[in-house]
């Protein structure tokens, strides 16, 4: 079982992304002995976002 959920990640990863918080404190206000995860969620959310396949609108 995971230690933290995927909701609880994306939250995490969202929050970073727009500015609210460094790595460091995001970790800190969860109560995360350190911010290591936080930095590799995000770093894996922004690679799986470029594997994606482009969607072309046909319309």
């Keep these: 079982m995971a230690k933290y959920s995927e909701q609880f990640k994306l939250k995490l990863v969202k929050d970073?992304?727009?500015?609210?918080?460094?790595?460091?404190?995001?970790?800190?206000?969860?109560?995360?002995?350190?911010?290591?995860?936080?930095?590799?969620?995000?770093?894996?959310y922004e690679k799986n976002l470029e594997s994606l396949p482009k969607v072309h609108n046909s319309h």
Excluded: C
């Design 16 to 44: 970073y992304q727009e500015g609210k918080l460094s790595h460091k404190h995001l970790a800190e206000k969860h109560g995360m002995k350190d911010s290591t995860p936080i930095f590799r969620w995000v770093k894996t």
